[in-house]
């Protein structure tokens, strides 16, 4: 998982970007730091607000001494990834929301007694095995349409080479959930497998995460310079206020232009 892709993707801009997007292609869930980083968030938040204050005077200055005006705009890629890629893997993922709901109803009914532990150490092993393959699902769907629209064809290379990493993987899952068919020898082993292969499925699901905020990056960036905007921002932790006509939401141009990455079947 850590080819050409990962190395050029992650970082700057785009690792920026893409905390907006943390439950990733599986998830879609909103960021929610975790209580060992309050300190360093709120160092960044200070640092943030500091270079605001410098900006906010510069850009102040800018019209005066230049005698011209900026254009603004911004773009919300937060809801542009959950309005326009999560759709892509609906089934999917509607069908992975299903397996959680049996987890947790198979756990309700063993709190309540109704069922023996060793039957529910079996069931559980399968079940998870099951959320797993959906997973496995939703990323190999995404990854396919991914690499067979022709938007992504600049990175249509390290899709096919991150697929080709996937697929043992993929056939690993599987080889588990027909093992679950029938008894479990070893839950605890078989567990272990599961988590194992998990991990390595949420480095794709991230990769593909990245891979569209790279593609909502680009395609700002392009009705920006198109529309001859100065300055684009993205709205969420960004822009905490802005004065209409002076700041243009582009974010319906854009997504226009991300649809047209995955045309009707």
Do not use: C, H
């Not at 198109?226 to 974010?251: C, F, H, S, W």
Request: glycine share 6%.
């Amino acid at each position: 998982m850590n080819g050409k892709l990962a190395v050029w993707i992650v970082g700057g801009v785009v690792g920026s970007l893409i905390l907006g997007f943390a439950g990733g292609i599986v998830g879609g869930m909103v960021f929610s730091p975790k209580s060992g980083d309050t300190a360093g968030l709120a160092k960044d938040l200070g640092a943030l607000q500091a270079r605001v204050q410098i900006l906010e005077g510069k850009v102040a200055n800018l019209p005066a001494a230049s005698g011209t005006s900026l254009k603004i705009g911004v773009v919300d890629a937060e809801n542009l990834f959950t309005t326009v890629f999560l759709p892509q893997v609906a089934a999917e993922r509607s069908a992975l929301l299903a397996k959680a709901q049996a987890i947790r109803d198979l756990q309700t009914k063993y709190a309540q007694g109704q069922i023996r532990p060793d039957a529910f150490q079996q069931q559980y092993a399968k079940l998870q095995a099951e959320y797993l393959q959906a997973q496995v699902q939703v990323n190999m769907s995404m990854l396919n349409k991914m690499i067979a629209s022709p938007g992504f064809a600049n990175l249509r290379a390290d899709l096919q080479n991150l697929r080709d990493q996937a697929k043992p993987l993929a056939d690993q899952v599987e080889a588990l959930v027909k093992q679950a068919q029938v008894t479990i020898l070893n839950v605890t082993d078989f567990l272990a497998q599961v988590q194992q292969l998990q991990a390595a499925f949420q480095q794709v699901d991230q990769l593909l995460t990245q891979v569209a905020a790279v593609k909502i990056l680009e395609i700002s960036q392009q009705v920006a310079q198109e529309l001859g905007y100065d300055i684009v921002l993205r709205t969420k932790d960004v822009v905490m206020y802005q004065r209409a006509p002076a700041v243009a939401n582009l974010t319906s141009e854009v997504e226009k232009r991300l649809w047209n990455l995955f045309p009707a079947n």
